[in-house]
């Protein structure tokens, strides 16, 4: 026992010693949250759009006036011409085309209905129905208002009238949604990789041949390689969740400490595939790409950035190995909706046997001669 | 306490290339045992199955009562092992790296720091400077100093001398002496030829096999050839000059000489070799009969392993 101590109190001396690491690992709760939290965003604040008025009268103008007069909107420019739209659309100068018919307002009085056409650059799916959606909203905010101008004895309300509220994250805040998700990513970072990159620099250095020939026991040995990144990596999630709490204002609804405790399972987990790619590797460069290659894969499957439940059926149940998935479903269940011990019960217990399970598999693997 | 180490039938294979082929040897306690060979004749596979870092294919190697393979934790107690590559901490310490290895062997570092006082006390002066930061021959003796701390009863040391001044060197060798007078079994391998002379015994080792092993001064008293060594003004092209000369069963560089083993009369090869270099016109020539040394004999074996 007393050996752990003494490989710990090496271990503490060589990472306060680097020069390169050491920073980072205290920089990247900071970075991290501050910059990806940010960052991370569907959000579509800024649609560049081209108006093309083939009217010029006062009800296109309005029209126009409410997408200038919008947030989301910023008009770059004003043409007659469709091709010079299509160009600006080409030259990426701008995100959508509004197109107003000529006579738009003579037909709105004497036909009752007039056309607007919208395009919108679908190079990124998922931005342009955004965009769209945007564009729509306006339209039909414009539409209610020709109705009660037109019909005012007419108009009433809609039979069903609507009336939304979203819990748990009122604001449909993006970053409350997602900062639980980069704290997992910041704590799995420090397990899998300083702690794989650590045993490994051992070998490749060969500073493991004169250690294997002393009586180090093979546990020990283990033991004195996880636990200083355990340890960093608690008190880099720790830091994390200040602040999220103090800088992004993020209440942590549920218990922290069964966060933290959540957390100390997972980071077992964690340092356990650290040690099994250990196993695997001789250089810390095939550590590394190694460690890339899984945790890229996990973080895509993880429900970091889009929702596990639309991904296909074979991808849910290949997450059933994703240990991100798990603690990062437990982490917003935790912070965002306040979830005790009894609701996280079931994850929280597969993660635990997963835990228990990769360090005995891959201590099994580690071997002291070859 | 003094152990023996008894190698047999020791053979171990890499993909098929032998690296130990059918070894036997028995070394005595407290002997001072140096294995000599060119890189890749198994010296290193031979220390690294004797430490316990791997396993041999067939065979068994016995240090004191102790198997390598069932024993390995007792084995590992009373070894100090050098690698050939320096394979301390860069980043710690020359005090922090001692400190690391005498805790991780259990041992007080006050109680046993008179056995290596000897080799600390030249590095002690330097002892918080980062042991990255030291030079070959620092390194070397920094190692040694942590293979040593915990007391063992066998040194096994993996070319320690390899990559360190001529005279870092001597003084390493100084060391060793005085670390076998303390009672410790030392195994020292080598690519020098001249550090054979230093050890009470050698052995031979090429490709894997044991050419020779006996005390360097027999080696060199049962050595059948007489050797020349031939110097002349421009050395340059007289050793493509004097290869295949009649009579001579190896001619090679010797440091700044040319030595020409021959089984000959020495007095009537030297007659005929200076006046054929005479007519070659080369000036200055000097020939002269030598005691052979343990290179001039590892180099005879090597050529001709049957011998």
Known sequence: MRTVLYILQKEFIQIFRDKSILPIIFLIPFIQLVVLSYTATFEIKNVRFILVDHDHSSESRKLADKFSGSAFFTEVGKTDSYRQAIQAIQKDKADQIIIIEPDFEKNLVNEKRAKIQVVTNAINGSAASLMNAYALSLISDFNKEIMVKQFPMHFKEMPIKLNSSFWYNPELNYVTYMVPGILVLLVTIIGMFLSSMNIVKEKEKGTNEQLNVTPIRKLEFIAGKLIPFWIIAMIDLLIGLLLARFWFGIMIIGNPFLLLFVAGIYLVLVLGLGLFISTLTNTMQQAMFISWFFLVIFILMSGLFTPIESMPMWAQKLDAINPLAYFIKINRMIMLKGSGFVDIQKDFLILTAYAVGMIIFSTMRYRKTT | ?307
């Open chain 2, 1 to 307: 306490m003094s152990v023996s180490v008894k190698i047999k039938d020791l053979e171990k294979s890499y993909d098929k290339v032998d690296a130990l082929k059918n070894l036997n040897l028995e070394i005595r306690p407290n002997e001072l045992f140096g294995f000599i060979g060119p890189d890749g004749s198994g010296k290193t596979t031979l220390f690294r199955i004797l430490t316990t870092l791997i396993l041999a294919d067939k065979g068994t190697i016995k240090v004191g009562n102790y198997d390598v393979v069932k024993n390995y934790k007792e084995i590992r107690k009373i070894t100090g092992y050098m690698p050939g590559r320096f394979s301390l901490y860069m980043d710690l310490t020359v005090e922090e790296n001692l400190l690391f290895y005498a805790r991780i062997f259990n041992v007080n570092i006050r109680d046993n720091l008179h056995l290596i006082d000897d080799i600390y006390s030249h590095i002690s002066p330097f002892k918080n400077r980062r042991a990255g930061a030291l030079s070959g021959g620092m390194k070397q003796k920094l190692a040694l100093s942590c293979a040593l701390i915990h007391k063992p009863d066998l040194l096994v040391l993996d070319e320690p001398t390899t990559g360190v001044d001529a005279v870092s060197r001597k003084e390493f060798w100084e060391l060793l002496k005085k670390m076998q007078e303390r009672g410790i079994t030392i195994l020292v391998s080598t690519p020098y030829m001249d550090e054979a002379a230093l050890c009470d015994r050698v052995a031979l080792m090429q490709t894997g096999r044991l050419m020779s092993v006996d005390k360097p001064q027999n080696i060199v008293d049962n050595f059948p050839e007489n050797i020349l060594n031939v110097k002349v003004r421009k050395m340059h092209p007289v050793l493509n000059d004097l290869l295949g000369f009649e009579g001579a069963e190896r001619v090679y560089r010797f440091g700044d000489a040319i030595h020409l083993a021959t089984r000959r009369d020495a007095g009537e090869m030297k007659e005929r070799i200076y006046h054929y270099l005479a007519e070659k016109g080369y000036q200055e020539i000097t020939i002269s009969p030598l005691e052979p040394v343990i290179e001039d004999c590892f180099l005879a074996l090597m050529e001709n392993p049957d011998k």
